[in-house]
């Protein structure tokens, strides 16, 4: 089996366009491709994923102070459990560190159990939880407050 080359290259506008598709083919409350412009704007770090020279993967990154905060993190369907997420965090990792982060937060859905296997697997703990913080289709879901150390 061939290793593929994996490259994570800045979010640009001629993204958005995608980002905003995978979202939706993701999560039942996906982000608009405004929500992803607004991002950049805002002068997030916002990173594409690429595998083989194809588009796999997306992240959000907002530096606040010390604090790296995972806004948005998803790899394709297709692409999930191949180690992309995995490489995504050490990524923005790297990035976080750069900026003279200390720890990674992000919050997370209970139900989105590959996810949280994935960040536990990295290392990241629980530190709290917010009540009803993501719509739900029955109404509201809490968020699981992660944390990693840098």
Known sequence: MSL??????????TDLEWVAAQDRLLYPFPWS???FADSMIA??????????????GYAVLMMVLD??????????????????????????????????GSQILLEVRPSNESALALYRKVGFEMIGRR???YPACNGR???LVMRLPL
């Open 4 to 13: 593929v080359a994996v490259d994570f290259v800045p979010m640009a506008t």
């Open 33 to 35: 491709a405004q929500n």
């Open 43 to 56: 002068g997030y770090s916002c990173w594409i994923v690429f595998e083989g020279g194809e588009r796999s």
């Open 67 to 100: 604090e790296a905060h995972i806004l948005n993190i998803s790899v394709c369907r297709s692409r999930q459990g191949c180690g992309l997420g995995r490489q995504l965090l050490q990524h923005l990792g790297e990035v976080a560190r750069k900026a003279g």
């Open 131 to 133: 009540k009803g913080y």
């Open 141 to 143: 879901e809490d968020a």
